[in-house]
């Protein structure tokens, strides 16, 4: 099992930009994708997520309405669409594959055993 996030980058606030998560060794299925991220001297904190069983999607309060996820199953790839982008955003973006099918666990971290590599997104004028 193997997730490759890319995509991220230097942008300016107010920019945009679009993060992949290619999944490998395994069919969506019945997992959920989660994008977390981890900001210099924080923890590590929820994002996103979708299950790609019927694409309900969940967000963390910080970035509803401006960041959007999606799932291409056809690819195996999950998007994470980042508009509106503030220096707050700046973090190393994850993306984590988890057997979930509750709604409610989702968000939880612990549920996600497969995690790729980060992307850092720096967002800085």
């Known amino acids: 099992v193997q997730l490759q996030a890319s995509g991220g980058g230097l942008v300016q606030p107010g920019g945009s930009l679009r993060l992949s998560c290619a999944v490998s060794?395994?069919?969506?299925?019945?997992?959920?994708i989660g994008w977390f991220r981890q900001a210099p001297g924080k923890g590590r904190e929820g994002v996103s997520f979708?299950?790609?069983?019927?694409?309900?999607?969940q967000y963390a309060d910080s970035v509803q309405g401006r960041f959007t996820i999606s799932i291409d199953n056809a690819e195996n790839t999950v998007y994470l669409q980042m508009n509106g982008l503030n220096p707050e955003d700046t973090a190393v973006y994850y993306c984590?594959?988890?057997?979930?099918?509750?709604?409610?666990?989702?968000?939880?971290?612990?549920?996600?055993?497969?995690w790729g590599q980060g992307t850092q997104v720096t967002v800085s004028s």
């Open positions: 984590a594959a988890g057997p979930i099918t509750i709604l409610q666990a989702m968000g939880v971290m612990s549920r996600y055993p497969y």
């Open positions: 979708i299950k790609s069983s019927d694409g309900t999607t």
């Open positions: 060794g395994f069919t969506l299925g019945y997992y959920a």
